[in-house]
């Protein structure tokens, strides 16, 4: 099974600063044929669900600010959000797709204002 | 409005049995797989389980397999996970999700969960 790893486990930024998040795969989540990383975002605010941020490694989905930012290919992956607002005080989550099942996520990143 | 709601969850012993159920609205829900991933206290994600669009093909986490069994009603919009000889090692928080995509393993909808506590 694919393990996730994510880095660092937590990070305080100052408002309208930018917050990099790291995911990094055990082995490759590319798939060849079609040249797509399966690899998703989730954010978690305290005492809700998670929501998709991102999947294909940069591709956002519907109504997610565009401060929000997926990039990386192959094992190594981040997660930037260019200016921290206020609202994303949050745990983010990385997710490999490529192998499922099982799908695996990575453990989280917890993101606090500075 | 995409909504999921779940349902059933409590405080049953170890060795017990519960069953959850999650009911679907908003979407087309046969066109979909669904999902349950849960999240232990304090802890991360783990999925648990999917189940295809008509119900043909189940997958589970290896920690639950021969335990627990997903199910689907399409006329009823509604997905279940069977939990049986439940262990502590179980109590989490079962957030049903829906699957995107052809394999279903992106989860663009959450629902709020029903908590599952494994305790004597």
């Known amino acids: 099974d694919i393990v996730m790893t994510q880095s660092p486990d937590s990070l305080a930024v100052s408002l309208g600063e930018r917050a990099t998040i790291n995911c990094k795969s055990s082995q490759s989540v590319l798939y060849n044929s079609n040249n797509k990383n399966y690899l998703a975002w989730y954010q978690q605010k305290p005492g809700q669900p998670p929501k998709l941020l991102i999947y294909?490694?940069?591709t956002r989905e519907s109504g997610v600010p565009d401060r929000f930012s997926g990039s990386g290919s192959g094992t190594d992956f981040t997660l930037t959000i260019s200016s921290l607002q206020a609202e994303d005080v949050a745990v983010y989550y990385c997710q490999q797709y490529y192998n499922s099942p099982p799908p695996a996520f990575g453990g989280g990143t917890k993101v606090e204002i500075k | 409005e995409v909504q999921l709601v779940e349902s059933g969850g409590g405080l049953v012993q170890p060795g017990g049995s519960l069953k959850l159920s999650c009911a679907a609205s908003g979407f087309t829900f046969s066109s979909h797989r669904m999902n349950w991933v849960r999240q232990a206290p304090g802890k991360g994600l783990e999925w648990v389980a999917n189940?295809?669009?008509?119900?043909?093909?189940?997958y589970y986490v290896d920690s639950v397999k021969g335990r627990f069994t997903i199910s689907r009603d399409n006329a009823k919009n509604e997905v279940c996970l069977q939990m049986n000889s439940l262990r502590a090692e179980d109590t989490a928080l079962y957030y049903c999700a829906r699957g995107l995509g052809v394999h279903g393993y992106v989860f663009d909808i959450w629902g709020q969960g029903t908590m599952v506590t494994v305790s004597s």
């Open positions: 189940i295809k669009q008509d119900g043909s093909d189940k």
């Open positions: 294909w490694a940069s």
